[in-house]
């Protein structure tokens, strides 16, 4: 179907509730490619599948603005395109609530995921963004203008930028007033051209307040691979992760307007000081961790791509939540959706963003905490969550001695807490 604005549906004024329906091959001129709302609208979407929807304007697949307010969840959100937004856009005062939904390989100028602007706010908790690009900044997520945004319990995986901010972008401008927290959050294997590749932060009106995250694999050929703090915004920084982030300069940056503890930063410009160190995360380490596939085939019906390798003996579901680097010498990770003996399934078309053809040499990664990890018990418990991002609660290891602050005295660093 083909629309002004909405290109299936336009709501206006009115709250209906739309489950279990697929969404294919809308477009809109203006707004909103599958869907757009205005006013003192609230539509409940779930259990939806948006995949091949385009918008001339803001949002691939939903727009909504104008004080309208969206619920999304349990929704699938592939390859979607907009000039804002390639999947949704929230502007205009707007807010979203979007909760345990999938968006891979979205495609906007600004936000390749999700874009926010004007005086909106969104929250994300549960979801995952895999492979969304953007030109402007945010490949899977930006926060712009005077928004403001809330994401939990998330992973962002193999998104890119042409600008800053692979993953997230907080701000726009030398003018933005965005804010955001983020919290229990993966960002992984992303990638930026100027900087920031998991995370920028930009303009000195704008702030984010970053805890227990865990920044790994993200690379740019510009400034702060992990979190860039671009012009002195207010950056808060605690009980993270950054490891192996390639760029230049520190992996987070360094200004008088950023607050850094109990993080255990690489390279760390701060350790020993306010509970932050420089030791190596010593991640849990997979069994059969390394090899070359066989084969590799694209399900379209499943927007998944299933990765072969015919000589491994992977128990069934055993490696479902972790990550793999689909061919070792190229930055893209991905989280593993599931696996068969022989098979590992993860979100997108890798035949075609990655040009895989099955020779591939490969690497299976584990983010969570390994026994000796420093990480263990070492955080700040009153700064950190009551669960991590898999929702399991702050345990007592009683093989560390806690060196944490705070109250519990030994919530871990990083995105994942350890279950002795």
């Known amino acids: 179907m083909v629309g002004g604005d909405g290109g299936a549906i336009y709501v206006s004024a009115s709250s209906p509730r739309i489950v279990d329906c697929l969404f294919e091959s809308n477009s809109a001129t203006g707004l909103g490619g599958a869907i757009a709302t205005e006013g003192v609208s609230a539509p409940e979407i779930a259990g939806c599948v948006f995949k091949w929807n385009a918008a001339g304007g803001f949002g691939g697949a939903i727009h909504s603005d104008y004080q309208g307010s969206i619920a999304v969840r349990d929704s699938v959100f592939f390859q979607n395109d907009a000039s804002e937004g390639g999947a949704i856009s929230v502007g205009n005062g707007g807010d979203a609530t979007i909760e345990d939904s999938l968006f891979v390989e979205n495609e906007g100028q600004g936000g390749g995921g999700i874009g926010v602007w004007g005086t909106s706010s969104v929250s994300v908790s549960g979801s995952e963004f895999v492979s969304n690009t953007s030109a402007w900044g945010g490949g899977g997520l930006r926060c712009s203008e005077n928004g403001t945004c809330e994401i939990i319990d998330s992973v962002f995986t193999a998104n890119a930028c042409t600008d800053r901010g692979g993953a997230v972008q907080v701000g726009s401008n030398t ?149 793999v680097k689909p061919e070792a010498d190229d930055a893209r990770i991905y989280r593993i959706a599931s696996n068969m003996e022989g098979a590992i399934s993860v979100w997108g078309d890798l035949v075609t963003s990655m040009g895989l053809v099955g020779d591939e040499e490969y690497q299976l990664l ?52 350890r279950q002795p």
């Open 175 to 323: 003018f933005s007033n965005a804010n955001a927290a983020i919290t229990s959050c993966v960002l992984a294997g992303n990638t930026a051209i100027v900087g920031g590749a998991g995370l920028e932060v930009r303009a000195t009106t704008t702030g984010a307040d970053v805890t227990n995250c865990t920044f790994y694999g993200n690379t740019t050929p510009g400034d702060s691979a992990a979190i860039d703090n671009n012009e002195d915004a207010m950056l808060i920084v605690a009980n993270c992760i950054a490891w192996d982030n390639a760029g230049t300069g520190d992996q987070i940056t360094q200004t008088t307007e950023t607050a850094m503890t109990y993080t255990d930063l690489q390279d760390s410009w701060a350790v020993g000081a306010d509970g932050n160190i420089d030791a190596d995360p010593a991640f849990e380490v997979p069994a059969d961790g390394s090899g070359s596939w066989t084969s590799v085939a694209f399900d379209d019906a499943l927007m998944q791509t299933v990765l072969i390798d015919g000589t491994s003996t992977w128990s069934p579901g055993a490696l479902a939540g972790m990550f």
């Open 366 to 417: 584990d983010l969570s905490l390994g026994p000796d990890s420093p990480c263990i018990d070492a955080a700040n418990g009153s700064a950190a969550p009551e669960a991590d991002i898999l929702g399991n609660p702050r345990m007592d290891d009683s093989d560390v001695d806690d060196s944490g602050g705070g109250s519990p005295t030994y919530a871990d660093m990083g995105a994942y807490e």
